[in-house]
């Protein structure tokens, strides 16, 4: 007999609103994700503009939100000036951080067009590593600023006379990285990073500032350098980043299952720093997180080793991994933790968006393909809606080197009063055994199902391809029936599940 998974949930069990900027991705000048990724003059899906009309409606099908945009790593020895005007005008010049050629084909205006296109708002970082202060002001003025200056008529006599409006601007990126082009010391960058905002906001107001917190919570700097930048920053910047990247490592997929357990623990960690300084600053505002850069990179792997020597190639491959069924599931599953967070997650950016670490892929010259990743994302973003909540879990727990206990379950749910649509997301995290789901719905009234998705592979490492790009697919799970307000069923080892129900008309 299967162990069970019991769930309890109620309308009032509210932790905050859905935010659609939940979903959003990252697009960086890295490898191929830019080129031949975005963009790629000649194919056959592409229009006037270069970009790839496959890659533009698998974003669309993704659900993405937001797109953080051009780092990332690249962001820190970047000109923005380099990729607007004339293309044939534009200098190529070298990438440090990824040892390639970047030919600035593509620059902000490009993307922008780009991003109207996709349906998707930009996130844009400028550079506060070989650059600062007065950079930063010209790309803000170029981008939204009304004509009438030099640098709105510039971007006038570019073709694009009308402000972008972009709101939510990245101060940085990773800047405690000893790998990024002028990493910092927190006081330098909590300096820079201050009169940076300070500035920006007296151009704009009502802009969006994101602080960069430290590039991993396993880093030395941790804490330290979120408490340090937000007791300069804190009056000027809305939100601090987190970083988090997961794999299974060694073979110890136990700890690599329970992967959301170290999510949760690190924004809970954030969240107390920014309200240590709150409270020691006697401050009102509440420091949001932009999870601005998440996913699973195997970073070991030959792929995520930038070229060396004299070799500067255009859009080297670099980061492709390939996913398989419990990397989606681990995958959904932290998406269940940043929802989990909606009170203080405000933003997140799923890194990247094509082909680098990506849940698209492309073929020069040929077809675009869902990676298992695109799967619980597309779902989470179409069917998360109306209110987050808390989802009270009972279940088995499992052994694991890394995190010693880890709950075989994890689930988060969202309710829409208005439409009485209720969406529940729930993993099997156990590697052996299924579970017999129990949930009391009781709370919600009257309610029918509408289907149930099981993400699942009898092999967890079987993967999508270009020849097989349908390998690991949700399907229909036909054991999970709602009966007088209890909703029952089997979830396999290492899924990912949806059940939609709805109020009954």
């Known amino acids: 007999m299967s162990a069970t998974v019991t769930l309890t949930l109620h309308p009032a069990f509210s932790v905050a609103p859905v935010r659609r900027r939940t979903f959003g991705a990252f697009v960086e000048h890295l490898g191929r994700c830019v080129y031949t990724g975005i963009h790629e003059p000649g194919h056959p899906t592409a229009d006037a503009d270069g970009f790839r009309g496959d890659v533009l409606e698998l974003t669309r099908e993704l659900g993405v939100s937001s797109v953080r945009y051009p780092g990332g790593n690249f962001v820190s020895g970047y000109r923005w000036e380099d990729g607007v005007g004339p293309v044939e005008e534009r200098p190529a010049r070298h990438d440090l951080a990824w040892h390639s050629t970047e030919p600035n084909t593509v620059g902000l205006d490009e993307f922008m067009t780009w991003a109207e296109k996709a349906q998707v708002e930009p996130m844009y970082a400028v550079n506060l590593g070989t650059r600062g202060i007065e950079e930063a002001l010209d790309v803000l003025q170029y981008a939204n600023a009304p004509q009438g200056i030099a640098l709105s008529d510039q971007r006038a006599a570019n073709g694009h006379p009308d402000p972008y409006g972009i709101r939510m601007w990245c101060l940085g990126n990773e800047m405690d990285g000893p790998w990024q082009a002028g990493h910092k010391t927190p006081e330098e960058y909590a300096r820079i990073a201050t009169e940076t905002a300070r500035l920006l906001r007296q151009e704009d107001p009502d802009l969006e500032l994101v602080a960069c917190g430290s590039s991993s919570s396993s880093m030395e700097t941790f804490g330290a350098w979120e408490n340090i930048v937000l007791t300069d920053a804190y009056d000027y910047v809305d939100m601090i980043s987190a970083h988090a990247y997961y794999a299974e490592k060694d073979g110890d997929q136990a700890s690599y299952l329970a992967s959301a357990d170290d999510m949760d623990h690190f924004i809970d960690s954030v969240v107390a720093t920014a309200d240590h300084v709150r409270a020691k600053l006697k401050k009102d505002k509440r420091i949001m997180i932009s999870f601005d850069e998440w996913n699973i990179w195997y970073q070991h792997r030959a792929e995520s080793r930038p070229p060396q020597g004299d070799d500067w190639p255009v859009a080297p491959v670099l980061l492709e991994d390939t996913y398989n069924a419990m990397d989606a599931v681990v995958f959904g599953n932290l998406l269940i933790s940043l929802l989990r967070h909606s009170d203080r997650v405000a933003s997140a950016s799923l890194a990247q968006l094509v082909n680098v670490i990506a849940p698209i892929m492309t073929a020069p010259g040929g077809p675009a393909w869902k990676q298992t990743t695109f799967h619980p994302f597309a779902l989470t973003s179409k069917h998360a809606v109306g209110q987050v909540l808390d989802v009270r879990l009972t279940a088995p727990s499992f052994e694991n080197p890394r995190f010693g206990e880890s709950s075989a379950a994890d689930s988060v749910a ?27 719905l009781t709370g919600f009234g009257d309610l029918e199902l509408v289907e149930a998705l099981t993400l699942h592979h009898e092999d967890p490492y079987a993967a999508n391809t270009q020849d097989a790009p349908e390998t690991v697919v949700p399907a229909a799970n036909d054991s999970v029936t709602l009966t007088d307000g209890h909703l029952t069923g089997d979830l396999p080892a290492i899924s990912w599940t949806l059940v939609r129900l709805a109020r009954r008309a």
């Open 414 to 440: 969202t309710w829409d009063e208005e439409s009485g649509a209720l969406s529940l997301f729930v993993v099997n995290r156990g590697a052996e055994d299924s579970l017999a789901l129990d949930a009391d």
